[in-house]
Nanobody, 124 residues
Framework: QVQLVESGGGSVQAGGSLRLSCSAS?????MGWFRQAPGKEREGVAR????????DYADSVKGRFTISQDNSKNMLYLQMNSLNSEDAAMYYC????????????????????WGQGAQVTVSS
């Protein structure tokens, strides 16, 4: 069983930065950050394979967001810089608890564990 707990959400002015954290327990193959704004579908933001550290990002956040892991602390992070109004959403940490094909940002269903979410608000 995998448990995920996010922290670090909050309110920031446009152009500012926030770092989201996700503590994880249990066996994890890959992890990702997703976000969902009101009235919109859940969107994959960034993904990392725990073993290799290989990462992938949505085009909308490339160059601004960085996903990273600290395996010694069982922590996942999302550093978000140059935030704008389109980044405002509920952000979810997600994990896949078994090794198999598919940790795709386009397929939230690839991930079988989800955190409770952390709200990110961006003001202009």
């Amino acid at each position: 069983q995998v448990q995920l707990v996010e922290s670090g959400g909050g309110s920031v002015q446009a152009g500012g930065s926030l770092r989201l954290s996700c503590s994880a327990s249990g066996y994890i193959y890959c992890m990702g950050w997703f976000r969902q704004a009101p009235g919109k579908e859940r969107e994959g933001v960034a993904r990392i394979y725990i073993g290799s550290g290989s990462t992938d990002y949505a085009d909308s956040v490339k160059g601004r967001f960085t996903i990273s892991q600290d395996n010694s602390k069982n922590m996942l992070y999302l550093q978000m810089n140059s935030l704008n109004s389109e980044d405002a959403a509920m952000y979810y940490c997600a994990a896949k608890g078994y090794a198999s094909y598919g940790c795709r940002l386009q397929k939230p269903s690839d991930f079988n564990y989800w955190g409770q979410g952390a709200q990110v608000t961006v003001s202009s």
